[in-house]
């Protein structure tokens, strides 16, 4: 089946550079381009694709607000930041904001693909060059006993999303989206998602 793809970047030279590594892919078919961030939000509105390849750095919105849109207009959509930017704070904004991944602009178009059909299959995939995580949250992390998924799920929880929102975001069931934050929860020793946020929040993880 063939996933489509909307290009987001104010760079004509990296729309056309996109434009050419996904033509050669007849699993991925481009359908669009935006140069800012409204108009990203207008066409997604209107073509609706699978998948979003969105720069982090526009010149008319903040990369957390355009994907904050985008998830209102079309949640189902998969959003991948591409950035230059490997370092930049803005990074973990978009990544709490819901973004499905990150990738660097120098990625290889095989690397690019690969990481664009993972993230269409429901996984979440960052750089490896990229370090969004502070040290003292991962050390959190380790310390409560959560597994990524469930600290994901969580994480959404905590932004107010509803269950079924969770499941539109990570691509999950609503039954696993359940059963990850029913552990997330014992692990934490709460008895609800709030008193669980609530923790989690204590103990430095949100």
Excluded: W
């Amino acid at each position: 089946m063939t996933a489509t793809v909307l290009v987001v970047d104010d760079h004509p030279v990296v729309r056309d550079g996109v434009t050419l590594l996904l033509r050669a892919e007849p699993s991925l078919e481009l359908i669009g381009s935006a140069e800012s961030g409204r108009g990203a939000l207008a066409q997604v509105g209107l073509l609706r694709p699978d998948l979003i390849l969105l720069d982090l750095r526009l010149p008319d919105m903040l990369a957390p607000e355009v994907i904050a849109g985008l998830r209102q207009v079309h949640p189902s959509g998969r959003i991948v930041v591409f950035t230059a930017h490997g370092d930049h704070q803005g990074l973990l904004a978009a990544l709490d904001a819901g973004a499905h991944g990150c990738l660097l602009k120098d990625v290889t178009g095989t690397d690019l693909v690969s990481a664009l059909r993972r993230v269409l299959r429901g996984e979440r995939v960052v750089d490896p060059r990229i370090m969004p995580d502070h040290p003292s949250r991962s050390d959190a992390l380790a310390r409560s006993g959560l597994t990524r998924r469930e600290y994901e799920v969580l994480r959404l929880a905590a932004q107010g999303q509803t269950n079924p929102e969770i499941a539109d975001t990570t691509g999950l069931t609503r039954n696993t989206v359940k059963t990850y934050l029913q552990s997330a929860l014992h692990k934490l020793g709460a008895r609800n998602r709030v008193e669980a946020i609530g923790k989690a929040s204590e103990a430095g993880l949100l």
